[in-house]
């Protein structure tokens, strides 16, 4: 999509990173596992982009502008009332408001998802109700060259954790875990966040000489999807068509995938309307298709045994290669990766119940004694 745009000059201009992959590793190991996506399967390209969303939407914005987009900013939209022959949008900015009509609307609101509260049809996924607790950070340790990019993911054993670099200096660091686990604490959230990434030896050692350089955020991370993605006028895109736990930083590919193809779909639409009965179909059974391909992913995530196989990665029949296209934003259309992937699954059902794998703790290691958060630089 961003090729299409032509968009990637202008990433580079604003100086946004490129990520070349990403690492995983369990808190009881040392070192992870690391996947690059020039190793995908039939990869396309080696690299995505670290971004700070407010630059990254920022650009986005700046360049619908300049293709044409009418762009209204500070305005929100507060009902939509569907008509015969288009769509009325009750909109309020600068505390009045107006009404505009448009032919149909693609709702791209985020969690805001206001079609998908208006009709209520967001179905939340009860599993999936974690919370995230996240703060950015300067001077976090990172390894030469283009490791320095990478996505690094800690799986501990009732929590995960990021590490983000965000420019050469900066780099997001937070927590996901079960909301519950951080009301028992009795904590706020910066104390939790400290203690969180003392206690893990492995970040602690990154962190040695990190400064915090933001505010501690908290922010609820619940996964949910729209029980339906389009209607005569209307389709959902983005986080308002569903959200999945973004672990595998798969929440801006979802919007942009999904708002590629809305696009397509509606631009033929608005030429031949009568082919709204098939696309808007065929778009919903696309955007859910790849959703479900995350959602598998991220339910798996969840299981000790997906991490076991996946730190002792196979060079057979391909398989590391299909998880890794996955991991880049292949969204596993294609036979031979679709195959590979339920091999893979197969592997990690198979962990469960005859290790082919070895058994890890996700515990750090006892003789790493956890630093305190002072020692390890985490109090600023
Ligand atoms: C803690 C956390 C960490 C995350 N980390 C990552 C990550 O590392 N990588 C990744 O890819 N994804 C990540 N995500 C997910 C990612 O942020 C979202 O999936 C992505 O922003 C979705 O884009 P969107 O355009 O659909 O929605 P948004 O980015 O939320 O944009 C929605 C827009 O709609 C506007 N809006 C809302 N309501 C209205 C209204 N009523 N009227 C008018 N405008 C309205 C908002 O102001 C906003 O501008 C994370 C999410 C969370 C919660």
Redesign the pocket.
Known sequence: AFTRLGLHEKFLRAGFMKKFGGEIVGACSETGTKFYFKDGYRSQTDHAYQVT?GDF?KVLLDHAAECGAEIREE????QVDFLEENVELR?KSNGSSHSIRARYIID?????S?LGRQFRIKKTYDHLQKL?I?AHYDGVWRAEGIDGTL?VLIRAIDRWF?L?PLTAERT?V?V?LDSEIFRRSKLNAGEFLDQALAEQPFIAKRMTNARRVSQVYV???FSYRSARLHGDRWLL????AG?ID?IF???????VYS?ELAADALNEVLDHPHKVKRLFPQYERAVNRAMDVYLRFVNAWYTKEFIEVFLAPRSVLGLAPAVNAVLGGNVGNSFPIRWRMWVFYFLVWLQRHHPISPRLTLVPKKDEAPLSAQTAGIIS
Request: net charge negative.
């Open positions: 969303r939407d305005t929100s939209v507060d909109i791209a609101s985020g969690r805001t206001v995230s996240f996505t990021w983000i997001s937070g996901v922010e609820a991370d895109a983005g986080d308002a959200f973004p930083s798969s929440g801006v590919f979802l919007a708002g």
